[in-house]
């Protein structure tokens, strides 16, 4: 069990990590070799993400949820583990995942049932006991997981908090939780049996032997009353999220800055016990940004050390591109020359792309976002170049109320098509997609708080179906990704588009038809998506004069049930608005579409 930082078997797993080893791993019926530490991927655009909450995944005993039914809010825990994850690893390679986002991983208050979700940690050391198949096999059962990802050719993320612990103390009047205050409050830290006691209030205080390891908060680093806000709910300057109590990383002793020194430790040690390969970062928003810089710069040069070449890190950053810009990357104007965390999660595109995916929205909407970021982000650059081309983009999540499918019934629906023209606009935008767990199996949870679209996917009947439409539709989308680059790096054109062939312009109204290009050196892939429901679009839209000629054919890359193929035509005369606001008369490249309701075509020479 380890209880400080200064722990050999922490300073064992460093040098450990320093060893560039083979190791062989049984990955369902055969045994693979692997590299440890694993290399990183040489871009982390090849891949796409698949997202999953553990305890809500699978469990790998067969047992039914601990709430039935599955898809109904449920706030503890449900039994979903390492092994469960584990067992369905080929399923999600076989969906053409490329990595695997795993909600926190590490020990929560063991007398809390609430924190199934992971982020109420209370020991920064040590896997959460509860995702285990067994008594004191957590740390096995996890290094056994990113072991058999990596045999199978998965990357494996971990969502990590720096803003706050778990609710390891109460407030004296309060509770769990307290009113903001200006000023400190009195608190009791909670002992291995979760009870806040009267008799520690102040942690230092607190003799060695009631310091069990399921009291308190761990490493022994985090074990001073100042290095905790104190003063409740979102208070002026910070403030605790309910009950997940704040840190104050800006706290400083002497000329060292302990709290983050203890963070940053405690999760180079995760990449070093478990050789994972990236981190998404909680709350990162509610850190300073200097933290946030020093801390992304910390990760990337530890995993740069042990040869983890391209190690992923990207923020939770609920906000506009203004505030993003503020934490990612480095601004050209700073002094230093530290490059913080490498990305954000796609907030601003996830703002717009869902309501203009369903109709809800102009697709000039979409077109703003992008526009928008190369204003923002003219002076930021992260350690990849360009921060924008690497946001992880999303269409739902765990923090939402509903999930993207607006179905009311697992079986099929005659919307459907809509989930499938949301992820191809996903797959085919800059970025590097991410689909929350469930997506291709047709969840559907939308109600009054994130537990709807917290389901517990193993107790849906046939939760795991490969022949699934939605299953097989991704499987489809991301094998088109993996064989055209172009949708991976290429420099993205948003296309006027025309009904008569003369008048082109961009879709101001909803629903529209959003259509773009993703161009690589002399490759141009069209991607176009008509979100009305009810009528189709026969139409032109542009392409690109330099490398395309009369008489080319485009063919639809993917299951549309169009025509086989499209003819590259000029024509003059023309009255295009072009998407920076001025207006030409051609000639023109162009091709005709027919598309029909909530239909996507990805279309290639």
Not at 195 to 214: C, H, L, M, T, Y
Not at 489 to 509: E, K, Q, V
Request: charged share 25%; hydrophobic share 40%; aromatic share 10%.
């Amino acid at each position: 069990m380890l209880l400080s930082l200064n722990d050999p078997q922490l300073q064992s797993a460093f040098v450990q990590a320093t060893k560039s080893t083979t190791r062989t791993v049984k990955a369902g019926a055969r045994s693979r070799k692997i590299t440890t530490p694993f290399p990183s991927p040489q871009d982390w655009r090849d891949v796409w993400i698949y997202f999953l909450m553990l305890d809500r995944f699978n469990r790998a005993d067969g047992k039914s949820p601990a709430s039935m039914p599955h898809d109904k809010p449920f706030g503890e825990f449900q039994g979903g583990t390492f092994n469960g994850v584990r067992d369905k690893l080929k399923y999600l390679k076989d969906l053409g995942a490329g990595a695997i986002w795993l909600s926190p991983v590490l020990k929560n208050c063991q007398s809390q049932r609430g924190t199934f979700h992971g982020y109420g940690i209370q020991d920064f050391l040590q896997p959460e006991p509860r995702f285990a198949s067994a008594p004191g096999k957590e740390e096995d059962e996890l290094r056994a997981l990113v072991d058999e990802a990596h045999a199978l050719g998965l990357y494996v993320i971990f969502d990590i908090v720096l803003n706050h612990a778990g609710d390891v103390f109460g407030y004296r009047d309060s509770g769990s939780s307290a009113p903001g205050s200006a000023n400190v409050l009195p608190i009791e830290w909670r002992d291995e049996a979760g009870q806040a006691r009267s008799d520690f209030p102040v942690i230092e205080n607190i003799p060695d032997g009631q310091r069990k390891p399921d009291a308190l908060i761990w490493p022994a680093e985090l074990q001073r009353n100042s290095f905790y806000r104190r003063k409740g709910k979102g208070a002026e300057g910070g403030g605790d999220f309910e009950s997940l109590k704040e840190f104050v990383t800006d706290v400083r002793d002497g000329g060292i800055f302990p709290v983050r020194n203890a963070l940053i430790l405690a999760y180079q040690y995760a990449i070093a016990r478990y050789d994972v390969d990236g981190f998404r970062i909680d709350t990162l928003k509610y850190i300073e940004r200097d933290f946030a810089q020093t801390f992304g710069n910390a990760m990337r040069e530890y995993a740069l050390s042990i040869g983890k070449k391209n190690f992923f890190s990207f923020g939770e950053v609920f906000d506009g591109e203004e505030r993003i810009a503020e934490f990612i990357g480095r601004n050209t104007q700073d002094a230093h020359d530290m490059v913080g965390v490498d990305a954000a999660l796609d907030f601003p595109l996830f703002f717009r792309l869902p309501s203009v995916a369903k109709g809800f929205a102009p697709p000039t909407e979409v077109i703003d976002v992008f526009r928008r970021r190369k204003e923002v982000e003219r002076n930021i650059l992260s350690s990849h170049g360009e921060a924008g081309r690497y946001f992880v983009t999303f269409l739902d999540n765990h923090d939402m109320k509903e999930r993207f499918r607006g179905a009311g019934t697992d079986g099929s629906d005659p919307f459907d098509p809509q989930v499938i023209l949301g992820i191809a606009l996903l797959f085919g935008l800059q970025g590097i997609p991410c689909l929350y767990y469930g997506t291709e199996q047709g969840l559907h949870g939308r109600g009054g708080s994130d537990q709807f679209v917290r389901e517990a996917l193993w107790g849906k009947p046939n939760a795991f179906n490969v022949k699934h439409p939605i299953y097989k539709a991704i499987r489809h989308l991301s094998e088109i990704r993996d064989a055209e680059p172009a949708l991976r790096y290429g420099r993205l054109y948003f296309r006027p588009i025309s009904g008569d062939g003369i008048h082109f312009g961009t879709s101001p109204f909803a629903p529209g038809v959003l259509a773009f290009s993703r161009i690589l050196n002399n490759r141009e892939v069209l991607v176009v998506a008509n979100a009305n429901t009810q009528g189709g679009f026969h139409g032109h839209v542009l392409v690109d004069s330099n490398i395309n000629h009369d008489g080319e054919q485009f063919r639809v890359l993917n299951d549309s049930g169009a025509s086989a193929s499209v003819t590259v035509e000029t024509r003059s005369g023309l009255e295009i608005h072009e998407i920076d606001g001025g207006v030409t008369t051609g000639p023109a490249r162009m091709m005709r579409v027919n598309l029909q309701p909530m239909e996507v075509q990805i279309l290639a020479k």
